[in-house]
């Protein structure tokens, strides 16, 4: 990771880690880079932003960055993050961006950048843009004349987006009850949009943003009033959406949460069955839950673990030709169709499935069951002396073998604080506290613990 983008681009608290003139610099270096291929042309750069309030701000800023160096701005306004990458790719923009911080409150924000697939932006880009915020490479000109670039309304491409979605549902929706959690973020015109057109009965909560109510207590963070909204009024299925809609949670019939690890699964399942997973293979973050691969293995279906961050799950999809992958915390890649998360998409696949099987989502989240699971952060002094610490091993080896092929622990150090993760799945919550501690008093005997942080 660099000194301002991470695995999902440059995120902070707005107006202070993340400003307009970080925008505006951005904007300036996408719009120099991407005309230069073009021979002294303008580039078209597609630009979309969630429903917080510095969207529009950040929205500006970037616009203004790219059309002073003679480069296109093409706003797309508020749409959801898979609209921008399918957007990019399918209609020949030079690279994509994104305003949002996903699922984190409305005081953060953050732009996320696409290359012209629609997919993340490599490192070795966004080290160069990183060294022109920071005034390490020459300053770029600015286009005057009629060469200073243009921003153009793209409402448009949002209904050709829609229209994508509709195409990929082979039933109609007409005879089943479903509620959409909208964030109060992107989905809240799109979801709606998209699940009338075809057919379903629809109800929507959390479709009223108004700049600072972004995934507060709602959408695939805060599941209960989805719950208890599906419970109430009888619905099939409700789904959960994030801030920027490339995340889905789903809720069944019973109003118990099924995550992205049960997605994967049942749509994975679906997939073999009907010949859509060639490769045989799911692949997963070392964090999907332990149940999964017991569930897939039962179904004889072939997993692959990577770090955590679906830029790193659909790397491996792209590279090993599979078909599906994803995060637990909703994040589904169905390569298919999308190169990123897209949480729409995701809940079509479901539809489907219940549609094809004529089965409740219940029945077909049975045969994954979920293990306990136990996670403490804790700050250290070194995260690489901690995790190399002979005593912390140790702990670790001593854990493994008392759990054998019944759970797991894991420690992962965090991206961008002091801190390590212990993480203990088994058959009971008790059992993981008692691995998890064991683990944490070898971080303290040895000398690295600074504390354990409050959940």
């Known amino acids: 990771m660099g000194k301002y983008f991470g695995t999902d681009g440059f995120r902070g608290k707005a107006g202070k880690v993340l400003t307009a003139e970080h925008a505006f610099k951005i904007g300036r270096f996408l719009g120099s880079y991407y005309r230069s291929n073009h021979d002294g042309g303008a580039a078209k750069i597609v630009i979309g932003k969630d429903t917080r309030r510095s969207s529009y701000m950040y929205e500006n800023a970037l616009a203004a960055g790219i059309t002073s160096t003679g480069s296109d701005a093409y706003l797309l306004h508020v749409t959801t993050t898979p609209c921008v990458s399918y957007i990019t790719r399918t209609e020949g923009f030079d690279c994509g961006v994104m305003i949002s911080a996903s699922h984190n409150p409305y005081f953060d924000n953050g732009i996320k950048l696409m290359n012209f697939e629609g997919e993340k932006m490599d490192d070795e880009m966004q080290a ?25 309304d793209f409402y448009s491409g949002r209904n050709r987006y829609i229209g994508y979605l509709t195409g990929i549902a082979t039933h109609s929706f007409e005879k089943h009850k479903v509620a959409l959690d909208c964030s109060n973020g992107a989905a809240w015109m799109i979801g709606p949009a998209v699940f009338n057109a075809l057919g379903a009965k629809t109800c929507v909560i959390n479709a009223e943003p108004d700049g600072v109510n972004v995934n507060m207590n709602c959408g695939s963070t805060h599941l209960d009033s989805l719950k208890e909204y599906v419970k109430a009024n009888h619905m099939d299925v409700g789904f959960a959406f994030d801030g920027d809609a490339d995340r889905c949670l789903a809720v069944d019939e019973n109003g ?61 999809m792209k590279e090993f030709d599979h078909m599906i992958g994803g995060e637990q915390s909703g994040h589904v890649i169905f390569r298919k169709y999308a190169h990123t998360g897209d949480g729409l998409i995701t809940a079509i696949m479901l539809m489907q499935v219940m549609i094809d099987t004529k089965l409740p989502l219940s029945a077909l989240a049975a045969g994954c069951e979920m293990y306990p699971q136990v996670l403490k952060n804790v700050e250290v002094d070194s995260k690489d002396e901690t995790l190399n610490d002979p005593a912390v091993i140790a702990a670790v080896e001593a854990a493994e073998k008392a759990l054998g092929a019944d759970g797991r622990v894991l420690l992962r150090q965090s991206g961008t604080e002091p801190v390590v993760r212990v993480m203990s799945e088994a058959g009971s919550i008790e059992e993981c506290e008692k691995h998890v501690d064991n683990i944490i008093e070898a971080i303290r005997t040895s000398g690295h613990l600074l504390k354990v942080r409050a959940k």
């Open 128 to 152: 160069q843009l990183e060294q022109y915020i920071d005034g390490l490479i020459p300053e770029i000109p600015n286009a005057i004349e009629a060469e200073i670039g243009r921003t153009i």
């Open 256 to 316: 118990e949460e099924i995550n992205g690890d049960k997605i994967m699964y049942i749509c994975s399942k679906w997939m073999k069955k009907n010949g859509l997973l060639p490769s045989n293979t799911v692949v997963t973050t070392v964090m999907s839950n332990f149940g999964l691969y017991k569930a897939l293995k039962d179904a004889d279906i072939d997993f692959e673990k990577t770090a955590v961050g679906d830029r790193y799950v659909y790397e491996n």
